[in-house]
Nanobody, 124 residues
C-alpha cells in the first residue's frame, strides 16, 4: 500500500482544513487507517483512527470534538476534517495503514504503511 497525504496549509486559529490520504492497492478496505502528527521538536503522536468498515473511530483527547476522521473505501481515501484549529495543532500530519485485525490502534508500531506527511500551520 502506498499512501499520499495532501491538504495541509496555513490557516488562522479557529479555521478549518481537510486532509486527504489517497491509497493505492486493492486491499485498502481491509486496513485500519490512522492519522498521526509530529510537531517541531516533539515525538510523533496519535490523532485519530478509523476501522476498515467505518463502524468505529477513535480520537486523541486533544482533538476530540474538533476533528473527524472518515474514509471512502470505494475511492481508497481517508480524510481528516479539522475544525476549530489551534496553534498547538501545528505539525506535519501523516496518514498510516495498519493490518490490525480489526483493532483501532493509537500505536504507531501497529501501522505498516505511512504516507509522506503534509504540513499544517495554524497561526494565532
Amino acid at each position: 500500500v502506498q499512501l499520499q497525504a495532501s491538504g495541509g496549509g496555513l490557516v488562522q486559529a479557529g479555521g478549518s482544513l481537510r486532509l486527504s490520504c489517497a491509497a493505492s492497492g486493492r486491499t485498502f478496505s481491509s486496513y485500519t487507517m490512522g492519522w498521526f502528527r509530529q510537531a517541531p521538536g516533539k515525538e510523533r503522536g496519535f490523532v485519530a483512527a478509523v476501522h476498515w468498515s467505518s463502524t468505529s473511530t477513535y480520537y486523541a483527547d486533544s482533538v476530540k470534538g474538533r476533528f473527524t476522521i472518515s474514509r471512502n473505501n470505494a475511492e481508497n481515501t481517508v480524510y481528516l476534517q479539522m475544525n476549530s484549529l489551534k496553534p498547538e495543532d501545528t505539525a506535519v500530519y501523516y496518514c498510516a495503514a495498519g493490518a490490525t485485525g480489526g483493532r483501532i490502534s493509537p500505536w504507531g508500531h501497529d501501522y505498516n504503511y505511512w504516507g509522506q506527511g503534509t504540513l499544517v500551520t495554524v497561526s494565532s
